[in-house]
């Protein structure tokens, strides 16, 4: 199917702190990994990429809105799949304040199917503030979206959200790691092969 028509999928949940919830012990590394997503998928696969969902400017909403995002700012809302040896593993939303698109960060517009945290995480100035972390069930939208791409959903899906800031302009990205993904590996695990205690 085209992909593209799903576009927007949105990312509408409880985001809390990351302190303030108890997260399986598998996900925490993955959730609270303060370094690039993208370079660590690409150390569990042969071929990584990213399919671009879509992309436009809309107003920031109040559910997605932040200190440094506030709500109504225009914003480059921005989605894709991230895949390793084309198995879907992340589902990703960034927010780009219009005013934050100036100068050399005017090439974050313009990506197309290059990886924004890649980029990012080249950059020096590069400042991640907090993360946040939700879980997603089944009525989702991401969940939805995880139907059209043929995963099986056991499980409450997991995502985390960020800040950043480069050269001091704020962005957010959201992350929800899809069904299946290298992540859940212990869970899927449980699930699958149920413990027995051998005698």
């Known amino acids: 199917m085209n992909l ?33 997503l993208t370079a660590r998928l690409k150390t569990h696969c042969h071929q990584f990429r990213v399919e671009l969902l879509g992309q436009k400017v809309e107003h920031c909403q109040a559910y997605e809105a932040v200190a440094c995002i506030p709500v109504g700012e225009k914003v480059l809302v921005r989605e894709v799949l991230l895949y390793c040896d084309d198995k879907p593993q992340v589902f990703a939303r960034s927010l780009l304040p219009m005013s934050s698109l100036t100068g050399a960060e005017q090439a974050l517009a313009n990506l197309g199917t290059q990886s924004l945290g890649q980029v990012l995480f080249n950059n020096p100035s590069l400042e991640r503030k907090f993360i946040e972390v939700a879980t997603f069930d089944s009525t989702s939208s991401v969940a939805k979206l995880a139907c059209d791409l043929q995963l099986n959903m056991t499980h409450t899906l997991w995502g985390r959200r960020s800040v950043f800031v480069l050269e001091n302009k704020p962005l957010m990205v959201a992350e929800v790691f899809l069904p299946g993904a290298f992540s859940y590996q212990t869970i899927e695990n449980l699930v699958t092969n149920p413990r027995t205690d051998h005698v």
């Open 4 to 36: 593209q028509l799903l576009f927007p999928v949105t990312l509408p949940s409880h985001w809390q702190s990351s302190d303030s919830c108890e997260l399986p012990d598998n996900l925490q590394s993955w959730l609270l990994d303060p370094d690039s």
